[in-house]
């Protein structure tokens, strides 16, 4: 397994526009190829927003990282401050908290 992290800031966009965005979009990151979840994130108090996506293995996140759909994330002008950070996972104490 391996994970991505990215947050970011609203500029220009509320979070209800967000919501709406992202609703929108879900189908599109649902059938990314060893995509195993992605959870939206949501913080409108600090403005920040992103995802956490775990993959099946590193090379699937480099893949999506190759994409137009994450080439799209980068190019959103309402998303700025823009953090990626990704990580391997321990799977074994994953595993005891149910993590997978």
Known sequence: MHMLVINFQLHELSHEAFEGIAQEVAPAF????????K???????????GGVYVFEN?????????????????????FV????RDFGVLEGPSKITRAM
């Open 81 to 84: 401050n823009m953090q990626v």
């Open 39 to 49: 959870t939206f994130l949501s913080n409108p108090e600090t403005n920040t927003y």
């Open 30 to 37: 649902a059938a990314i190829p060893g995509l195993v979840s």
């Open 58 to 78: 590193e090379q699937a996140m480099r893949e999506y990282q190759a994409s137009d759909l994450y080439a799209g994330l980068g190019a959103n002008e309402h």
